[in-house]
Each structure stands twice: as structure tokens, then as C-alpha cells.
T-cell receptor
Framework: AQKITQTQPGMFVQEKEAVTLDCTYD???????LFWYKQPSSGEMIFLIY??????QNATEGRYSLNFQKARKSANLVISASQLGDSAMYFC?????????????FGRGTSLIVHP | NAGVTQTPKFRILKIGQSMTLQCTQD?????MYWYRQDPGMGLKLIYY???????DKGEVPNGYNVSRSTTEDFPLRLELAAPSQTSVYFC??????????????FGNGTRLTVT
């Protein structure tokens, strides 16, 4: 069974609008971390945001926020005020703490295209 | 700030040839990883290392070998290259402080084609 599921292969959004990229995860480990990475067409992987399983508040980093719903096991990335430069692949990843040897696993990614 | 450096950026191999993908990091990170990225499949872990002298298999280790003689270097060796190894390869590193919140720092990737 996949540990990280990203159900949206592709998403489109108008410039300046907000967009939510979905991510659900599966773990029985009480300690884990969730990450989002951006991969632009140039190919590099860029770390965006982190959410820990014990964090009480949703993580935010500038225009990025993570909508963390622990009971639903979802960790959706919200990008506010989309920009053309946000067009990229986005990957959700999980790193399990006490049982997963701290090895991150990745989802298949969501391609985001921002229209002018 | 160099971070994680991978070489080469591009390589074309003939079937049966061998090569080594180089990876070095200057952040004194304990953990290092090799992933391959195939279209629509996300990143799959090939090998990882938790420190110098220690390596372990990931999800897709067949056809690859690694070594970790120093903290900085984690080369990936392809023996007898096959078309199925055509992919983009990423090396990554992370700190380990007994918790799960250390993000991976990635190299810029190596695009390998085997024909």
C-alpha cells in the first residue's frame, strides 16, 4: 500500500488565486514528519514546508501553508496568490520517526500550471 | 554554499557499460540517499546510508551499488547498464537529530540514458 497518495496528477489555477494540492498519508507511527517539495521544469528539488505530527498549529511559510488534518491523515498544501513561477511539480513526502528508520517516502506528485 | 553536488549532469551509456554517479555534501550530514525519478512515478529510493561505513538497500536496489567511506561522499555505481535504468537520479542528504523533521537537501540530479 502506498504511504503517500497524491490523487491529482494535474491542477490548473489562475494567477493570483489560491490553490490546494492534496496529500494523504498512511502510517501507524505516532511520530512522523510531512514535507512538501517543489520541482520546477529545471529539475531541482526545492524544500517548501514541514509539518510534524505533534505540531499543534498548521505550518506556514510565506505564501505556503499546510492544512494538516491528523484524524483524516491529510496534509494538503495551500498556495495563496498563485504566481506564474509556481508552475511546477509538487511532491508530498513523509518521514516516519520511531519505526520508519527516518527514510522519506514520496508521493507521485501533482503538476501545477498557473495561467496568466 | 555548495550543499549537495552531483556529477555528471547528463550521461548516455550503452547497454552493458558501467559508470559511477558522484555525490558529495559539505553540510556534515549523517544521512545520504539515492533516489531515481521516473515520469509519473515520484521518487523511489535506491540506497541510503546513515553514516560512514553503513549502507542499506532501498526500494529499488537491483543493478546498483553504493559505498560510504567518508561522511561527505556517497557514490552510486551502475554495473552492466540496462535500458530500465534510464532515469533521473537524485542524491540527497539530511541531518539526523533523533527526530523526523530534517528535510532532505537534494543535488541537482543526473539525467541518465541507456541505449
Amino acid at each position: 500500500a502506498q504511504k503517500i497518495t497524491q490523487t491529482q496528477p494535474g491542477m490548473f489555477v489562475q494567477e493570483k488565486e489560491a490553490v490546494t494540492l492534496d496529500c494523504t498519508y498512511d502510517t501507524s507511527d505516532p511520530s512522523y514528519g510531512l514535507f512538501w517539495y517543489k520541482q520546477p521544469s529545471s529539475g531541482e528539488m526545492i524544500f517548501l514546508i514541514y509539518q510534524g505530527s505533534y505540531d499543534q498549529q498548521n505550518a506556514t511559510e510565506g505564501r505556503y501553508s499546510l492544512n494538516f488534518q491528523k484524524a483524516r491523515k491529510s496534509a494538503n498544501l495551500v498556495i495563496s496568490a498563485s504566481q506564474l513561477g509556481d508552475s511546477a511539480m509538487y511532491f508530498c513526502a513523509m518521514r516516519e520517526g520511531s519505526r520508519g528508520s527516518y527514510i522519506p517516502t514520496f508521493g507521485r506528485g501533482t503538476s501545477l500550471i498557473v495561467h496568466p | 554554499n555548495a550543499g549537495v553536488t552531483q556529477t555528471p549532469k547528463f550521461r548516455i551509456l550503452k547497454i552493458g557499460q558501467s559508470m559511477t554517479l558522484q555525490c558529495t555534501q559539505d553540510m556534515n550530514h549523517n544521512y545520504m540517499y539515492w533516489y531515481r525519478q521516473d515520469p509519473g512515478m515520484g521518487l523511489k529510493l535506491i540506497y541510503y546510508s546513515v553514516g560512514a561505513g553503513i549502507t542499506d538497500k532501498g526500494e529499488v536496489p537491483n543493478g546498483y551499488n553504493v559505498s560510504r567511506s567518508t561522511t561527505e561522499d556517497f557514490p552510486l555505481r551502475l554495473e552492466l547498464a540496462a535500458p530500465s535504468q534510464t532515469s533521473v537520479y537524485f542524491c540527497a542528504s539530511s541531518d539526523f537529530a533523533g527526530s523526523s523533521n530534517s528535510p532532505l537537501h537534494f543535488g541537482n540530479g543526473t539525467r541518465l540514458t541507456v541505449t
